[in-house]
């Protein structure tokens, strides 16, 4: 059994899903009706060593069909002399990809660790798939959280498997604002259908039609081991837009992390910009390049609709369902890109550079910094807002540490170092968890009372339900959580209470 004081290893394998095992071709699929992705779990620390070799980790570039998305996604951006060697660049992709390794083993066992795995649900931005987000993702679940990223069939990732065969489906480009709006919806009914499915799995019930890669069992991987009552939503661009529209409306999403949000790809009507219908607090992790004004004064990410929702989420203390609007946190740490969130610079910055600047992919922070200073803001909000258990919150009061030192080089280095937290860090998520801002004991209280005011046993606003604790709002005093973890590195740090 892994113990606390151990780390995790990242166990993954691909899902894939329709209601009788049989491919959906293009023109046919549903949002409730097809689902594909990868399952990433904690595994035993013991998968890393010799014993376990029959576990191979993954290559970050599983299939020739990726490398041709990736390309047809940048040559739409990079035209000219670029377009006479795309073919020769596909070939180059893949095999630099494929050579990657990604500190992940496939069809590994899953963990036990004495609790329910709290789980995170993560969409991805245009241009993006299942595996384009794999340095966070494992941050994430070297934790102990469960993550599952959706690959959408909507036509906005790069390349996107289908299910039973039935083929890949490419970007296209940009659509008319009426198709990105339908994306948008399909895009919502395919985390919905993916939430409901881990659901399923989690009770060992059999799903028709669900498979999983290398013959894992779908009725007994995750059987007793994932805890659906502590869901957050995650998402990076458009995938930031999605999982805060279904976040601001959908209760069983608890919180929901932003990364660098296309606002633009929100519906104009839709709760998140008028009126938050859920008490689910909100973290904006925006990049430094999108969320300061440029030489026209725009900002990138939407500006306008961006201070709408900060305002939409705001905590109400009487609503038509109680309490609603969790507030937001809106965090942007300094030098950070558009594409700091993705693997490309943190893969392919060491031996590749000449290559990621050429198609634009620069950062003015290091690669390794803001891996560390997003992955360790991250789960200080997942940590905090998430429902956990006493016997959760005992497993995340004890990470691996981090050497205080910024690990540089390659990327197996730096993925391994950085989903270690540092020793400050972890001693402000010990602080966060189960100091004076969380409820420790909870007499008297009743599953699904509030604390209102900041009295009960003399500390903030939390929540209880049925043994669970968390801060069900953005506090003042959350601010100290990420200026600790990221000090002279925040570009911007303001709080929607």
């Excluded at 036509?155 to 709006?181: C, H, I, N, P, V």
């Excluded at 939409?312 to 507030?327: F, I, K, L």
């Excluded at 922070?365 to 956990?388: E, T």
Aim: glycine fraction near 10%.
């Amino acid at each position: 059994m892994t113990t606390a004081a151990e780390p995790f290893s990242v166990g993954c394998c691909d899902l894939q899903w329709t209601p009788d095992g049989k491919a959906r071709s293009e023109v046919h699929l549903q949002a409730d009706q097809h689902l594909a992705g990868r399952l990433w779990y904690p595994s035993p620390v013991e998968t890393q060593s010799r014993w376990f070799a029959g576990y191979r980790k993954c290559s970050w570039l599983p299939s020739y069909n990726y490398a041709y998305g990736f390309t047809n996604f940048l040559f739409l951006k990079n035209r000219g002399y670029l377009k006479y060697t795309k073919p020769a660049f596909t070939s180059a992709v893949y095999a630099i990809g494929k050579s990657q390794g990604v500190p992940a083993y496939l069809h590994a066992p899953v963990a036990e660790c004495g609790a329910e795995y709290p789980l995170v649900i993560f969409s991805h931005g245009i241009g993006g798939n299942r595996i384009a987000y794999s340095a966070i993702v494992c941050s994430l679940v070297r934790q102990g959280y469960v993550v599952f990223s959706v690959e959408h069939a909507d036509g906005t990732a790069s390349a996107a498997q289908l299910a039973y065969g039935a083929g890949w489906l490419y970007y296209k480009g940009w659509g008319s604002e009426e198709e990105r709006m339908a994306q948008t919806r399909f895009r919502i009914g395919e985390v919905l259908t993916a939430y409901k499915l881990l659901s399923t799995m989690s009770q060992g019930e059999p799903v028709q039609g669900l498979k999983l890669s290398g013959g894992l069992n779908p009725n007994s991987l995750l059987k007793g081991k994932l805890d659906v009552e502590a869901v957050a939503l995650a998402g990076h661009s458009y995938g930031g837009a999605t999982v805060t529209a279904l976040c601001s409306q959908e209760p069983a999403f608890k919180c929901t992390v932003a990364l660098d949000p296309w606002w633009g790809a929100l519906l104009a009507d839709q709760a998140a910009l008028e009126q938050w219908k859920t008490s689910s607090p909100l973290l904006i992790m925006g990049s430094h390049r999108w969320n300061i004004p440029n030489s026209s004064g725009q900002i990138a990410c939407g500006g306008e609709r961006q201070a709408k929702l900060l305002q939409a989420v705001r905590y109400r203390e009487e609503g038509p369902n109680g309490s609603q609007g969790g507030g937001a946190v809106l965090l942007v740490i300094k030098g950070t890109a558009h594409h700091t969130f993705t693997d490309v610079v943190p893969y392919f910055h060491a031996s590749f550079g000449w290559l990621t600047r050429m198609l634009g992919f620069k950062d003015d922070i290091d690669p390794a910094l803001s891996l560390k200073l997003i992955s360790q803001s991250m789960l200080a909000f997942l940590n905090r807002h998430l429902p956990l258990t006493e016997a959760q919150r005992r497993l995340f009061q004890n990470p691996q540490t981090l050497s205080q030192s910024t690990p540089s080089g390659n990327f197996t280095d730096l993925a391994t170092a950085s989903h270690e937290m540092s020793d400050a860090s972890n001693q402000n998520r010990k602080q966060s968890l189960a100091g004076d801002h969380m409820v420790g004991q909870t007499h008297g209280m009743q599953a699904g009372d509030v604390v209102n005011g900041g009295t009960a046993n003399g500390m903030s606003d939390s929540k209880s339900l049925s043994g669970r604790t968390c801060e069900f709002r953005v506090q003042a005093e959350e601010r100290a959580v990420y200026e600790e973890i990221c000090k002279d590195h925040i570009a911007i740090l303001e709080l929607s209470l």
